[in-house]
């Protein structure tokens, strides 16, 4: 393969942010046609700044990019998916009240040949989609379809531009194992049929499973580059970490076991022309970890807020420590101790416009405050705490919240919940977007709450991570709570058909 001229020659690449941030530092990348490449790094390694710069998104502050023979760079997305590149990021850029067909000919000023009115575009998405194995229905409403789906009409929407390249940034992220599994068969077709990917990931076994070579990252640079046939899981680890991960969970009797939280009878409100669930009662006890598991999109989130005073709680009433919160705001709740951590860092967890010393102070300004003035050197001191105890990437704690890389935000609003040693931690998906090495340093804290008495609440859609973490396991469907089960019993078979629908009583144990 080598022999041939790659499809994409990125030579010299370096990108800097003002003066004190180099995010890619003399990068060389290649990718050929046919071929899988998996993008390997640390959170803040530089990764996406790569590939923004391969669409159009970021210039390069130096280097240069061939494609297809041709030296270029693009000006914008536009430009670059003219050209054969096109990136599927995390959140989806779709229409929802439009059908496929409609959304595939929206926004285009190139349309592909044949394709200019609907039916012409209809057939042209059947035909794609039937060689790709993608599976869409041109007349179908994005609003009605599942995550995965609308994943494969952003593919698709790739595919009728006729792009060649296509750069996918965490595509797993929010899929269930059935539609990752789909999500690979469409690659491979791709693959077969000479595109070239790149997939952006941190989840190793996906990295063995789908990809034929590894371009690793570290700090802004390109360390290394192996054939996955001829490499490890335990190799990449240590080209991305510089070292051997433990991931073994140091689980202590806690320090008590008082009831922590309880909720009886919490009706949650329902969802816009969603019917409503059926309420939900649970205790949580301290020094326990708690884990919901479940395909995103079952209630958790619902639930989640609902506890912390996000949503109001339709009936029932919920309590902490015995005293009753149901009607307390959220800022009450927090200072009553309860912690909260969403799964949408950028939306809830942060304000990105503000700096991280800030962010680390939000909603506790409180005890940062001395003769009712902020005293700015207790807040410097507690945000260069967070910074080093959760390895945070950045230059200082003045940085902007909103130019830190996903994990490294991520980190920033876990570690400032965590440091404020909460009762009560409610969390959701505490490592989705983290590195290998992030995930054991946050399974560590988590377990460390744990272990100091804190009750916590997770949700996760990682069937590993609720298993190695969890003392008790709850399990959501469509809203409902469909069982509990202590770690002991909990298999994933179990777990799967109760995910898929199944109360606990259904399935034996
Ligand atoms: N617009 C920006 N302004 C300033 N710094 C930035 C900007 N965008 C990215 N950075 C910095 O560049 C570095 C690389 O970030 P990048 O997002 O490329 O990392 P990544 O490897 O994709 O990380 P993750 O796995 O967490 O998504 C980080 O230190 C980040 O804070």
Redesign the pocket.
Known sequence: MTDIAPLLRMQKITKR??AS?L?NDCIDFDLHAGEVVALL?E???????LMNILYGLYEPTEGTIEFDGIETTFRDPAQAIEHGIGMIHQEFMLVEPFTVAENLLMGTTTLPEGAGNLNAARRLIREISADYGLQVDPDARIEDLAVGQRQRVEILKLLFRHAKLLILDEPTAVLTPQETDALFEVLNRLRSNGHAIVIVTHKMHEVMAISDRVAV?RSGQMVATVKTSESTEAELVRLMVGRDLDMSVDRTEPKQRKRALELVQVQVEAREGAKATPPATLTLRHGEVLGIAGVDGNGQTELIETIFGLKDAVSGSITLEGRDITALSTAERRAAGIGYVPPDRRGVGALVTLSIEDNVILGASKDFTQFGLLNRSLARVAADDVISRFGV??PDADFASG??????LQKLVLGREVSRDPKVLLIEQPTR?L?VGAIELVWGEIIEQRNQGAAVLMASTELEEILALSDRIAVMFEGEIMGVIPRDKATTALLGAMMAGRRLEEVAL
Do not use: C, E, I, R
């Open positions: 942010f003002g941030v995010a790094g959170n803040g390694a530089g990764k996406s700044t990252m990437k950045t130019n830190l890389s996903g994990g490294n977007g590195d």
